[in-house]
């Protein structure tokens, strides 16, 4: 029974992505919807799965399979911005379609249930930083996180400027900001992992996503818990966490709690599987 529980999981991720999938190809009448969430929730279910097989580069597998989804056929096929200005982009237009559905499902209302997971296994900029060497934070935290708020502010007043200033063909220019604010988040990105000796240092200071996510993270249903009656307090969970999150803490208010990116590491190496 124990055996079967633990493949509940996926399954459960799976019906969620189904249900996602189904809802907006009815709603919307548009039958893209439903391969979009399908592959996307496939592919996180068989991340999970292979991690429940020990895989050692589960995660990695998923990062591929939705990043590079996302960034080549999203973005640079389909030609849809899905960085932040996308989103802006369809909010000024009051269309509630692609980066709009996206951040909705992605990083506005889904965190509440499964945190900041996107960061962990669909973001294309972290698929990239995460196979940089410095994957270990190998210097103390920074307090520099007020440069998200920077980017974040800068990202909507970009877009804003475009409308108030009746730009046309503003969907090429989206497009090719897409273009450019990518190569900027990594340029600045492994730029940054060098620098500070940790490859998630992007995420951490400069990402203006996280303004959505943090705070929905907070509450979310999915998380790391520590079983204290296992734990014998040897560190190594916080030692390997790409996120500075103090694990054993199970209240909301432990450190860097709404940083967690579910990547499993600290379960991983646990060694009294105590996670």
Not at 53 to 67: E, F, M, N
Not at 144 to 173: C, D, H, M, P, Q
Request: aromatic fraction near 16%.
């Amino acid at each position: 029974m124990k055996d079967i529980n633990k493949y509940l999981h996926p399954l459960i991720i799976l019906i969620v992505f189904e249900a996602v999938a189904v809802t907006l190809w009815l709603t919307k009448d548009n039958l893209f919807y439903l391969f979009n969430f399908s592959y996307i929730g496939l592919s996180i279910s068989f991340g999970i799965f292979l991690f429940i097989k020990k895989y050692r580069h589960a995660r990695r597998i998923v990062q591929l399979l939705v990043g590079l989804y996302m960034l080549v056929f999203l973005g640079l096929i389909s030609r849809e911005n899905m960085q932040i200005e996308g989103f802006w982009y369809y909010l000024f237009t009051g269309v509630f379609e692609a980066a709009t559905i996206h951040y909705a499902v992605a990083k506005i209302f889904g965190p509440l249930v499964f945190g900041r997971g996107w960061c962990g296994y669909a973001c294309w900029t972290a698929m990239v930083l995460d196979f940089l060497p410095y994957k270990i934070p190998q210097q103390p935290r920074r307090k520099i996180g007020w440069i998200r708020y920077i980017t974040f502010v800068a990202s909507l007043i970009f877009v804003a400027a475009l409308f108030l200033a009746k730009v046309g063909n503003i969907e090429r220019i989206m497009f090719w900001a897409f273009i450019i604010g990518n190569i900027a988040y990594y340029g600045t990105g492994i730029a940054l992992a060098f620098a500070l000796k940790d490859n998630r240092a992007f995420c951490k200071y400069i990402c203006p996503i996280t303004v959505f996510l943090k705070p929905m993270s907070y509450f979310s249903l999915i998380r790391i818990k520590c079983k204290k009656d296992k734990c014998v307090d040897c560190g190594k969970c916080r030692r390997v966490c790409p996120m500075d999150v103090d694990v054993i803490d199970n209240s909301r208010k432990r450190k860097n709690g709404t940083e967690c990116i579910l990547c499993m590491e600290c379960i991983r190496n646990c060694p009294k599987d105590a996670l």
